[in-house]
C-alpha cells in the first residue's frame, strides 16, 4: 500500500517534531538541575564532600572520584564505596535542604554560598547548610520559624535562581570576612 505524499510528509514532520523535543529534554534536563544545585564549575556537587558522612559520621568527609555518582546533573563523590551505595539507593534522602544554598538566605528569601566544613546542620533528617558557623548558629536559634519561612520562599528562590534575580552573596566577593574559598577543603589537623 502506498501512502499518499501529504500524508507521508505530515507524518515524517511530526515524528522529526517529536524527536526534537525529547531530545532538548533529554538534553536541557540535566543542566538545567546542575545551574540550580551547588556545585563546581566543572559539575561536583558539595564542593566534593560525601553528603553521607553528614549523616552517619556526623562530620564532613572529602570524597574521591572513584565513589562517585551522577544524579541531577551533578557528580557527588564519596568517601567510601558504601556511603557511594547507600547515597545510589536513595538519593533524595541525602541530597542537602534547596538544592545545597545557604538554608538561613532562603528563609530570608535569597540565596548565598554555604561553608561545608562549620556552616552545616541535620535537622529534622535534612541536611541544611548555612553562609557560615554564626549563621547556622542564627537559624538554629529560631528553627521551626525559619523552616518555615525557608519552605515558603523556596519556590521563588528558585526562580530567582534560575532566572538570575535573586540576591546571591559569594564566598569570593566576602573573603576578607569570611575566609572561605571554593573548592572548599577540610582544615588539615
Not at 541525602?94 to 528569601?109: L, M, Q, T
Not at 518555615?148 to 520562599?153: F, H, K, L, S
Request: net charge negative.
Amino acid at each position: 500500500m502506498k501512502l499518499p505524499t501529504k500524508l507521508f510528509q505530515r507524518f515524517a514532520q511530526g515524528l522529526a517534531l517529536a524527536v526534537t523535543v525529547t531530545a532538548f529534554a533529554a538534553f536541557s534536563a540535566p543542566a538545567q538541575a546542575a545551574e540550580e544545585l551547588n556545585v563546581t564549575a566543572d559539575g561536583i556537587a558539595m564542593d566534593g564532600f560525601d553528603v553521607i558522612s553528614y549523616f552517619d559520621a556526623h562530620k564532613p568527609a572529602k570524597g574521591v572520584p572513584e565513589y562517585s555518582v551522577d544524579y541531577r546533573g551533578a557528580t557527588w563523590l564519596f568517601s567510601t564505596e558504601e556511603n557511594r551505595d547507600k547515597f545510589a539507593a536513595d538519593p533524595a534522602s541525602f541530597e542537602p535542604k534547596y538544592n545545597g544554598w545557604c538554608s538561613n538566605a532562603v528563609s530570608k528569601g535569597y540565596s548565598a554560598d554555604v561553608d561545608f566544613v562549620n556552616g552545616w546542620a541535620v535537622i529534622n533528617g535534612g541536611l541544611h547548610l548555612f553562609w557560615a558557623e554564626g549563621t547556622k548558629h542564627n537559624f538554629l536559634s529560631e528553627v521551626t520559624a525559619k523552616q518555615v519561612r525557608a519552605e515558603d520562599n523556596w519556590p521563588t528562590v528558585l526562580d530567582g535562581i534560575r532566572n538570575g534575580t535573586v540576591k546571591f552573596p559569594r564566598h569570593a566577593d566576602y573573603y576578607d570576612t569570611v575566609g572561605i574559598t571554593h573548592p572548599q577543603e577540610l582544615p588539615e589537623s
